[in-house]
């Protein structure tokens, strides 16, 4: 991989951007390269998007289905051992898209056969089992989120930041198109399936584009770039999120091989000795710079006197031990119990845009806003999709500037008979200078439903 090589790619989609056709942008690529790794394509997005070129990454979004089409016959394929294991994350995901594009078969079937068919009392049993495939079809979204929340955030470590919001973005008017499907299905009556039809072909397009963009592009990158341990953290993951269709056929439990015990008790590895030098050689150093040394005269000569005081190793801290908190005392444990109990979800994002805490107040399936530990650490905007970013950055800009103190929000969530409360509030330290944002989340339905005046009985 070149400079010259990412330039020359990086030229030929800036043509794109600027209105040359397809055909044109295809022949130069063809005549120039024989084969394109995943990590060239995103390397390139990358230069594309933080570059002054005037392209975005919603300009890039838009050509995404051209981009993937360019490459579609270049793409260099990754060999990587064990990821055909059944339980491996990729070896899922390629199952998962299996089982999606089959229900894709079936719901096109069915449609087929829905315009044809005369009677109504079929027709409607038809529709049920057309819905049926469409609910089935519908957990495509538990494949995205494990996407969106577990593989991108490694490849954000690694420096591969582009891609990510390029298909997030894609995800979300994927699901906004599934979503006119659906109400399409819902609103069927009778034999016209037209609106239906022009609906799913709509989203089948974008849908079955994603998982050639998927597996062509996004795994290739993946391959090239995760470790073991990256692999393994997402599989522990996984569950939390669920899976579309398909669950994996076992447990993925790589064997790894400890080379420690090829080595007699005796034999420590040369870096180990070297580590150990050097460690003693920085103790010394480190004491010798402590040292403190009183000369005295004598008649006969000088005395020098050394002191070294000894080294005071640093109290761990005591999760049990009482610390002041506000007014009062509280061990780090009895503040992780109160807030793991208080009747609300709290994240917090500190001074630096880092999303740094979140409260284990609920299971993950009953959490209104979802949040996962593979999300601390990161940059609060890259914890949200694309078509959020512009509220998120709002709200932290206002708070971290004191235009505000705190914004409030509230939504009806009729799928889980929930009304949602969210705060935004600005953390200050007693001088004023901003720590960070705090967010709460509480679901006020209950309190909606009280409808009397007072009430201080126990009950039984």
């Not at 699901?175 to 499907?181: N, W």
């Not at 009953?366 to 996962?372: G, P, Q, V, Y």
Request: proline content about 4%; some cysteine.
């Amino acid at each position: 991989m070149t400079d010259q090589r990412i330039a020359v790619l990086r030229d030929i989609l800036l043509d794109l951007h600027h209105g040359a056709s397809p055909e044109s942008v295809q022949e130069r690529f063809d005549a120039t390269f024989s084969g394109v790794s995943a990590i060239e394509i995103s390397l390139m997005e990358h230069e594309l998007m933080n570059s002054d070129s005037g392209v975005t990454f919603e300009d890039v979004m838009e050509l995404c289905d051209v981009h993937a089409n360019l490459f579609k016959n270049a793409v260099q394929g990754v060999e990587v051992a064990d990821t055909d294991h059944p339980g491996h994350p990729v070896q899922v995901f390629k199952q998962e898209n299996l089982a999606l594009r089959a229900a894709m078969i079936r719901i096109r079937r069915l449609l087929e056969s829905f315009a044809s068919q005369k009677d109504a009392d079929l027709q409607e049993e038809m529709k049920k089992g057309l819905v049926r495939q469409l609910t089935l079809l519908g957990q495509f979204d538990r494949h995205y989120q494990r996407k969106e929340e577990l593989f991108f955030p490694i490849m954000e470590r690694y420096g591969h930041d582009s891609p990510p919001k390029v298909m997030w973005g894609v995800d979300d008017q994927i699901r906004g198109l599934f979503a006119k499907v659906l109400q399409e299905a819902e609103q069927l009556e009778g034999a016209d399936t037209s609106q239906l039809q022009t609906a799913f072909e709509a989203f089948a397009a974008e849908f079955e584009g994603m998982i050639f963009k998927e597996e062509s592009i996004l795994l290739m990158i993946l391959l090239e770039a995760f470790t073991q341990d990256d692999w393994l953290a997402i599989a522990k993951e996984s569950d939390t999120y669920g899976y579309a269709i398909i669950m994996p056929q076992e447990k993925w439990l790589p064997q790894r091989h400890d080379f420690s015990e090829d080595r007699a008790p005796s034999e420590a590895p040369q870096s180990q000795v070297e580590g150990a030098n050097a460690e003693e050689t920085t103790r010394r150093q480190h004491s010798l710079s402590q040292e403190v040394q009183q000369v005295i005269d004598t008649p006969d000569g000088q005395l020098t006197i050394s002191f070294t005081p000894k080294e005071k190793a640093e109290p761990a801290l005591d999760r049990s031990s009482q610390q002041p908190f506000g007014h009062g005392y509280l061990s780090v444990e009895q503040a992780n119990l109160i807030l793991n109990h208080l009747p609300m979800e709290i994240t917090f994002v500190n001074k630096d845009d880092i999303f740094q805490y979140y409260n284990d107040q609920a299971t993950f399936e009953e959490m209104i806003f979802k949040r996962t530990p593979s999300q601390v650490g990161r940059q609060v905007e890259l914890c949200h999709p694309p078509k959020v970013l512009p509220k998120v950055q709002a709200i932290m800009k206002g708070l971290r500037d004191g235009v505000k103190d705190d914004y409030v929000m509230w939504f009806k969530s009729q799928s889980r008979n929930k009304f949602v409360h969210v705060t935004y509030k600005a953390v200050r330290d007693d001088q004023g200078v901003f720590q960070g944002v705090l967010e709460y989340v509480q679901d006020i339905q209950p309190y909606r439903e009280i409808d009397t005046d007072s009430y201080r009985e126990i009950d039984e």
